[in-house]
């Protein structure tokens, strides 16, 4: 199988240089947008921590073929940032395995799993990582029904919630000076006081 892994998270090579050693053909594609795919035809592409859309053209000759991780309980924080507003926004926190579509992560999904947090013990860094290693764990256990393409998309039901990379540019400074090691409960608090000032 021929597969085209996008990425620009470190997070997501370990899943990379898992599909190679389970004996798949994967090329690494990171540093800019695609817009042209003449010179090569994938089995499946694998979107995983991308910062690009990917654009129509491409996605109607992949119809059902290209696959998106999404650190989010879709529809809940769909875009950037989804770890973060989970918690912000008090949402479902989880995981998605779902497809692309025209939308910002409002394909069908294919997998999806709720994680509970101990909000008081974690950090966004440390709840981040939970999550990167829960989906791929999901993205595991269902590759060959994934490759197989035996999957049943489901319609995303709800419009939940979306986010774009301004949207963090408000909030960032609630994070200083612990960054993305800063404590769930006090990101929280935080916040709150920030809302007040609005």
Wanted: hydrophobic share 35%; charged share 30%.
């Amino acid at each position: 199988m021929k597969i085209l892994f996008l990425t620009n998270n470190e997070k997501a090579l370990d899943l990379y240089k898992w599909l190679i050693a389970i004996g798949e053909t994967v090329l690494l594609r990171s540093d800019k947008l695609i817009t042209e795919m003449k010179e090569y035809d994938y089995d499946i592409i694998i979107s995983y921590g991308y910062r690009f859309i990917i654009k129509k053209e491409i996605i109607e000759k992949y119809f059902n073929r290209i696959i998106n991780l999404h650190i989010s309980y879709l529809p809940w924080n769909k875009g950037a940032d989804p770890n973060l507003w989970s918690f912000l926004e008090n949402t479902p926190k989880g995981v998605t395995i779902h497809l692309i579509d025209e939308g910002i992560d409002t394909g069908g999904i294919l997998y999806q799993k709720q994680i509970e947090f101990e909000e008081e013990k974690e950090t966004l860094k440390s709840s981040y990582e939970k999550l990167n290693i829960e989906i791929q764990k999901m993205f595991k256990e269902n590759w060959y029904e994934i490759q197989s393409k035996k999957f049943k998309p489901i319609k995303q039901n709800g419009e939940g919630s979306i986010h774009y990379k301004k949207d963090f540019e408000n909030v960032k400074h609630i994070l200083e000076p612990y960054g993305w090691n800063i404590p769930i409960n006090v990101l929280n608090e935080r916040y709150q006081k920030y809302l007040n000032t609005i």
